[in-house]
């Protein structure tokens, strides 16, 4: 699967916010926090055939594969 | 107080004297499901014999929650209403993480159906009441307790058993054979048959007490469930009313508990005295479980049939197994009586088919539930415990919150003996208010076809037939025009706009399996 650039120019904005949003969490705060946001984002997308793509798109580069 | 477990009378059976006429079906096993089972047939005029090792009904902790699709299935059975009306009905739900109040949920049945979602009742009443009915239909079921089957042999056109009794072995014989064991089911272990799926590492300390009070805020019986409460850390908790003000707690104990140790007084009573306080109580009775899901690959061998737990057996949550069991029986009986009365055998394969998907289905829900509940790595219970908390304020979290899904009737659409592609057909019937009293109490136990118009419906004398009256439930739930086709299951198999004959008669001949 191709994933389609959607962040365009707005990118290293979007990315910076993401890092913002972990400041001054320790690392078990910051694993949680991805989880919820994982979590919402998956409601977000809300398509199952589409979530079950980027579900394998991600897992592709698990090393242990 | 107290359940009084009443042994049931042992006779001692014609085969010990002399040899007994073939049977034309041996049901081994008095549970629930053989129970129902043996009930099924004889309101379709089969008899039955059914043997069972024991004499008392099911002792302790085990089934509570029965569903309205069961309790439909037990009201056609003539158990249903005494279910009800002994049973607790409850509504609201609370869900715990920690100390606070996740959400809670009111159930709020919709209107217009004789049965609620489910009641609360313990297995040994159900299994008193089937005992009961079945006695009331002696001229075709002859009920044998303390009689043990200890082995079995398929001779093509019938099945011989050995049974032993506190006088003696004997032998007997039957057309068919249907095996409704229970979980350890011995026939499926003589057949060296794989029951293939996943055990749960996880205990169980499930505990029965009656309290002299409601331990819910309110005298309405409610359901409590908790992740992680101050009282148990870590672990899960139950709390749910049944009758007799006798409470059922089911707690989680980890992987690597000892359930000998656990299973004491010493042990529960301060646990129990962490989740009621200081209330007086009287312990009814505690086990410690690990739970499985699994089942066969076929449940039809040839003349042996299996049906309940020894075809299936899930995790307690979700309540599945007993429900799941009484869906089996309704699929089975009106077929297994059309076989003996000289349908072909490919109906039975329609019930290893159906009912397999069924199991699935049940296993599928009843193992994810207990994967919510028992995280297995990290990531698993970081994922688990974040939902819960993004549960207190996002409705869409609440429902990825899974403390087992309430059974629902399994929908038979796609398969063999159904016919078109209407959104009402596989489905079970939905029940809906008459003028003298409800359609579940109408129709089932036999094909009926329920007209929706005024057209001139024509059907062969082996279908029923019977005008829904309009009302604005049928419109909701039926519509307006043509035709619906039950199965003595309740099940739709076919739905018609216009009174063709042919097509009727196409259905129904699918449906009774005289054509693919
Ligand atoms: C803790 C717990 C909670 C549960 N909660 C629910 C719930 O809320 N709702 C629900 O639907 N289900 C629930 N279940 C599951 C439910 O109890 C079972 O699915 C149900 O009992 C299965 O019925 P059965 O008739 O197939 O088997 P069983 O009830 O096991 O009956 C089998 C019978 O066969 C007899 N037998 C065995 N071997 C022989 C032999 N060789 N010869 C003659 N007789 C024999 C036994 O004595 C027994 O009487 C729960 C189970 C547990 C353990």
Redesign the interface.
Known sequence: MIINDRLGPQGDDVYAALIAAHDGLDTDQS??LN??L???LL?EIADPNRIAALLAEARALSSSD | MAYDYAPFPYVAPPGLTSPEPRHPVAIVGAGPIGLAMAIDLAQHGIKSVVLDDNNVVSVGSRAICWAKRTLEIFDRLGVGTRMRDKGVTWKVGRLFHGADEVYSFDLLPEDGHKYPAFVNLQQYYVEQYLVERAQALSDHIDLRFLNKVTDHSDHGDHVRLSVETPDGPYQLEAEYYIAAEGAGSPTRKRMELPFKGQTFEEHFLIIDVELPNSPFETEDPERWFWFAPPFHAGQSALLHKQPDNIYRIDLQLGPDTDPKSEATEEKVIPRIKAIIGDMPFRLDWMSVYKFRCAKLDRFVHNRVLFVGDSAHVVSPFGARGGNGGIQDVDNLGWKLAAVLNGAPTTLLDSYDAERRHGSDENILNSARATNFMTPKSKIEALFRNETLRLAAKHPFARKLINSGRLSQPCALADMPLQTGDHPLVGRALIDMPLPDGWLVEAVQGRFCLLTLDAQNWQVPDTIDTYALPATPERAARYGDTGAVLLRPDGHICACFTTPDAAAIQAAYARATGATP
């Open positions: 694993h949680a989880a919820r994982v979590l919402i409601n």
